[in-house]
């Protein structure tokens, strides 16, 4: 993949038509099933920064969990947060600087969320 994307390690729990569950430090999520050892295997998430939404609408997206803001920093035309996802910091979420997008602060608690066709499951 090229650019920057976000690796959350984790099991695969179950594979069906083209998508698997994954859990991540307790926490289930759901992505496709790209390249992976099969269900009982270790699996690396990978998704890319533009795709996770910040504080999702109810049943926007599937994959929902608890973030904390660890860093944000202001790149002009973007806006680059890293957050702790399921124990992982160095996870990366950039949007838009824009009106109408929301602005974080550090030491914030946020949800962020994302679809399962963004998230690829890949060997470990």
Same mark, same amino acid.
């Given at each position: 993949? #090229? !650019? ?33 050892? +099969? ?8 998704? *890319? &920064?533009?795709?996770?939404? #910040?504080? &999702?609408?109810?049943?926007?997206? /599937? ?9 944000? #920093? ?5 806006? *680059?947060? *890293?957050?702790?996802?399921? +124990? ?7 949007? &838009?600087?824009?009106? !109408? ?11 962020? +969320?994302?679809? /399962?066709?963004?998230? *690829?499951?890949?060997?470990?």
């Amino acid at each position: 993949f #090229i !650019g920057e994307n976000n690796r959350l390690d984790g099991e695969v729990l179950a594979d069906s038509n083209g998508y698997c569950t994954v859990q991540v430090n307790g926490t289930q999520v759901q992505a496709l099933s790209v390249n992976h050892n +099969g269900v009982g295997g270790k699996t690396t998430l990978s998704l *890319r &920064p533009e795709r996770v939404f #910040i504080e &999702p609408s109810e049943g926007q997206c /599937p994959n929902m969990v608890q973030a904390a803001v660890e860093e944000v #920093i202001y790149l002009g035309d973007h806006v *680059r947060t *890293r957050i702790n996802v399921c +124990g992982h910091e160095e996870f990366v979420v950039k949007t &838009p600087n824009s009106a !109408g997008h929301v602005h974080l602060n550090v030491g914030q608690n946020i949800n962020v +969320g994302w679809l /399962p066709d963004d998230c *690829r499951a890949l060997d470990a």
